[in-house]
Nanobody
């Protein structure tokens, strides 16, 4: 069983920055891929960033060079640093992991970017 708890969302002006955190409650955090997704109103949930157990990262084209995913295994935490935010980044952001064929999602944290 894994529980994911996100935090760090909020209201920010365009061009600003936010850092999201996701704490994973469960064992063997360091072994698993962690991902950030987002869902804007009326749109499908989309993959934003991925980090592997070895620290390799991958990003959606829309956030490349603006967002950075990282992990701190000692704290069972994955981060999403978001810079140069745009109004189109407004969404609920979720962290996700898959373990033994099961998918776990956090409850989400709202990010609102005002233009």
């Amino acid at each position: 069983q894994v529980q994911l708890v996100e935090s760090g969302g909020g209201l920010v002006q365009a061009g600003g920055s936010l850092r999201l955190s996701c704490v994973a409650r469960g064992s063997f955090f360091s072994l698993y891929v962690m991902e950030w997704y987002r869902q804007a109103p009326g749109k499908q949930r989309e993959l934003v960033a991925t980090i592997t157990s070895g620290g390799s990262t991958n990003y959606a084209d829309s956030v490349k060079d603006r967002f950075a995913i990282s992990r701190e295994n000692a704290k069972n935490t994955v981060y999403l640093q978001m810079n140069s935010l745009k109004s189109e980044d407004t969404a609920v952001y979720y962290c996700k992991t898959d373990r033994r064929g099961l998918t776990y999602w956090g409850q989400g944290t709202q990010v609102t970017v005002s233009s």
